[in-house]
C-alpha cells in the first residue's frame, strides 16, 4: 500500500513538473530526436568522437575531466525546446534553421571569417546544431515575451534601432576583410533590409536577445575549446555573440514570410475552387 501511494506520489510530481514546464506528447518526440541526432553524429563521425574520447586520463578523476560548460549548455537547450513543443510549428523552424546554418556556415568559412578544426568548408557535422539552438532560442523568446511589458511599444521602437544599429556597425567592422566577395555581400544586403523592415520592434528587440544570450555560452565553448576560430582569434568576439542575435532574428522573419505565402496561397486555392 505504501510502494502504490509512493508510485502515485512520483507520478503526480512527475505531472505537476511536466504540466509547469509545458511538456506536451510533442516534447518527448522532440527530445528523442534531439539524442537520436548526437547518437547518429557519434556514428557517422566516430574518428572525431574517438579523438575527444582519447584524450580523457582515466588516471585522473573523471568529474574533474567533465565540459561542465557543455553540458549546462546541453542541459538548458534539452529542457527549452522541450517546453511548449509543437511539431507542425517545430518542423517549420528546424527547416528554417538546417537551410540557415548552411548558408551562415559557408558564407563564414568559404570567406575564412572563421575556421573549424577539421579545417571543412563548412562541416556537416555542425549543421545539426543550428535547428537545436533556433527551437530553444524560439521558447526562450517566447518567455521574456511573458515577462516584458506590451504596452510600452516606444521602448522597444527605441531599443530596435539601438540594437540593430549598433549590430550594422559591428557587423561591417567585422567583415570588412572580405567586403568584396560575393558572399559577404548578399549577407550585408540580407541584414540590412531586414534591419530596415521590421514587423514588431517588440518581438524582434526579444528575440535578438535570446539568440545573442545563449548565442555568448556556445561561442565561448566553441573558441575556448578550438572547435572553431575566428580570424580575430577573439574568444569570443562580441560580433560573433550577437550574429546569433540577428540569426534568430533572420529564422523568425523567414517563418513569418512563409506563414504569409502559404495563406496566399490557401486563399488562392479557395478562390480558384469557388470559382
Known sequence: ??????????????RRVSSALRWTRSSYVLISGFVAILFLIGVVWWPLAKEQ????????????????????IFGVMSLSIMAGADLKAD???????????LVIESWGTQTELWFYYTLERPPLWILP??????????????????????????VFVLLYWLVFGVFTLLL???VWPTAGQTLTILSLVLCTLLTLTPTDHRMAVLTFAAGAGLGYFLELWGTTRYCWTY?????????????????????????????WLWDRVRTRGRFLVHR
Open 53 to 72: 574520447l582519447d584524450l580523457i586520463d582515466w588516471s585522473r578523476p573523471l568529474w574533474e575531466q567533465v565540459d561542465w560548460l557543455l553540458l549546462g
Open 129 to 154: 546544431a543550428w535547428p537545436i539552438a533556433l527551437l530553444a532560442i524560439d521558447r526562450m523568446a517566447r518567455l521574456l515575451r511573458l515577462l516584458t511589458p506590451s504596452d510600452r511599444p516606444a
Open 91 to 101: 518542423a517549420r523552424i528546424a527547416l528554417i534553421g538546417l537551410v540557415g546554418g
Open 231 to 259: 580570424y580575430t582569434r577573439q574568444t569570443p568576439p562580441l560580433f560573433a555573440v550577437l550574429a546569433h542575435g540577428m540569426a534568430a532574428v533572420a529564422s523568425w522573419r523567414t517563418g513569418l514570410l512563409m506563414d
Open 1 to 14: 500500500m505504501a510502494e502504490e501511494t509512493m508510485e502515485a506520489g512520483g507520478a503526480s510530481l512527475w
Open 172 to 174: 561591417w567592422r567585422f
